[in-house]
């Protein structure tokens, strides 16, 4: 199966910043996806990442908020904007193929003081 | 959208004994039903995943049953190991959308 590496691993911010998450896999993967992991929480999917067009977001995740780009069918970023405390969560890639099984990166803990 | 239901919240059995996690959803358009296993500190692991055109499927000790007209799916684990200690989601999707997860069940296995 694919491995994919998301980097930061873990970061500590202050609030009114900005972090850009990057996604990377080693093979070429049809569908991306963001999702978010509250401390202790289930995943809740932030936003599906499409190659060359805007990402597709779920209720309640806007672009201004979680800009997300996917330039290529390996490459995704996701960028926590204006944060605050309550942004703090670990936040996850997906990727899938045809097979629709999704499997996930490693995530990236983010802290924001 | 999609609702997931997943009970129970926490699930303690003997070592040796079987474990039963079950899950409904709301949307009768979801086709594909994957369950995850996260350890403390790791990312979520697909273990098994059903599709509506299925009833039941198998691997070796996990085996998920689905009830489409009652609209809910089950994980069952038997011969429960230490190993088998973790958090275990349930998870529902539509064709190639992202996947919709129920809030976990922390599976405790007592020695």
């Known amino acids: 199966s694919a491995v994919i590496s998301q980097k930061p691993s873990r970061d500590i911010c202050q609030r009114g910043t900005s972090l850009t998450i990057q996604c990377q896999v080693d093979?070429?993967?049809?569908?991306m996806f963001w999702y978010r992991q509250q401390p202790g929480q289930s995943l809740t999917l932030i936003a599906t990442?499409?190659?060359?067009?805007?990402?597709?977001?779920e209720s309640g995740f806007v672009i201004d908020k979680f800009p997300i780009s996917r330039p290529n069918l390996t490459f995704s970023t996701l960028t926590v904007s204006n944060m605050s405390p309550e942004d703090s969560s670990i936040y996850l890639c997906?990727?899938?193929?045809?097979?629709?099984?999704?499997?996930f990166g490693p995530g990236t803990r983010l802290t924001v003081t | 959208g999609e609702n997931v239901e997943q009970h129970p919240s926490t699930l303690s059995v003997q070592e040796g004994d079987s474990a039963v996690i079950k899950c409904t959803y709301s949307?009768?358009?979801?086709?594909?039903f994957p369950w995850y296993k996260q350890e403390l500190g790791k990312r979520p692991q697909l273990i098994i995943d059903?599709?509506?055109?299925?009833g039941e499927k198998k691997d070796q000790r996990i085996a998920v049953t689905l009830n489409k007209t009652a609209k809910h799916f089950s994980l069952h684990i038997t011969e429960t190991q230490p190993e088998d200690s973790a958090v275990y989601f349930c998870?529902?999707?539509?064709?190639?959308?992202?996947?919709?997860f129920g809030k976990g069940t922390h599976l405790i296995i007592q020695p």
């Open positions: 990442a499409n190659q060359g067009s805007e990402a597709t977001y």
């Open positions: 949307d009768s358009a979801s086709n594909y």
């Open positions: 997906s990727v899938a193929n045809s097979g629709r099984e999704q499997y």
């Open positions: 998870a529902a999707s539509y064709g190639a959308d992202g996947l919709t």
């Open positions: 059903i599709r509506s055109n299925v």
């Open positions: 093979s070429q993967v049809t569908m």
